[in-house]
């Protein structure tokens, strides 16, 4: 069974405004963490935001924020105020505690940021 | 402070033959990640190394090793090269926090390894 759902394989948003990216999840472990990391054109993968299971507030970091619902096992990323830069693949990635560094990622999402 | 640096950038190689990927993590960084990246399959965990120690392993055939050095740099091996190798190879460094606690623990990738078999 899949760990890490992302429905959208790509998205389009037009420059300025805001967008959702979805990500589910499946864990039975209590104790897990979630990221989102932007892997542009280049390759490298970028850090964008993280969520612990116990973290009672969402997080957020500059434009980007998370919507955590643990209840639906849903991480949604929200990036307000897309720029041109903003074009690139998306990743959700869940690291559950009892399983060490090892990371499993979604499938991902291609954002296309229109002028 | 100096990010993950992974060497070569680029390979090309053939069907049989072996590679060796390097990485050296953040300094201070004692964990390194391996992934394999493809189109078809996405991105795939390898192994993940903590002190020189083999910590997790993905489900990858035997072909597919790695190890790592007392100053946390590693190396990952892949013998008798198929053309399903073809990927893109990441490695990925953390501090390497201890499990049974929830830590912030975020992975800082390099720029990846583009290996084409041939």
């Known amino acids: 069974a899949q760990k890490i759902t992302q429905t959208q394989p790509g998205m389009f948003v037009q420059e300025k405004e805001a967008v959702t990216l979805d990500c589910t999840y499946d864990?039975?472990?209590?104790?897990?963490?979630l990221f989102w990391y932007k892997q542009p054109s280049s390759g490298e993968m970028i850090f964008l935001i993280y969520?612990?299971?116990?973290?009672?507030q969402n997080a957020t970091e500059g434009r980007y924020s998370l919507n955590f619902q643990k209840a639906r096992k849903s991480a949604n990323l929200v990036i307000s105020a897309s720029q041109l830069g903003d074009s690139a693949m998306y990743f959700c990635a869940m690291r559950e505690d009892n399983y060490g560094q090892n990371f499993v990622f979604g499938p991902g999402t291609r954002l296309s940021v229109l002028p | 402070k100096a990010g993950v640096t992974q060497t070569p950038r680029y390979l090309i190689k053939t069907r049989g033959q072996q590679v060796t990927l390097s990485c050296s993590p953040i300094?201070?960084?004692?964990?390194v990640s391996w992934y394999q990246q493809t189109p078809g399959q996405g991105l795939q965990f390898l192994f993940e190394y903590f002190s020189e120690t083999q910590r997790n392993k993905g489900n990858f055939p035997g072909r597919f090793s790695g190890r790592q050095f007392s100053n946390s740099r590693s190396e990952m091996n892949v013998s008798t090269l198929e053309l399903g190798d073809s990927a893109l190879y990441l490695c990925?460094?953390?501090?390497?926090?201890?499990?049974?606690?929830?830590?912030?623990?975020?992975?800082?990738f390099g720029p990846g390894t583009r290996l084409t078999v041939l």
């Open positions: 969520q612990g299971s116990y973290d009672q």
């Open positions: 990925a460094s953390s501090l390497g926090g201890t499990s049974g606690v929830v830590n912030y623990n975020e992975q800082f």
């Open positions: 300094s201070g960084h004692r964990s």
């Open positions: 864990t039975s472990d209590p104790s897990y963490g």
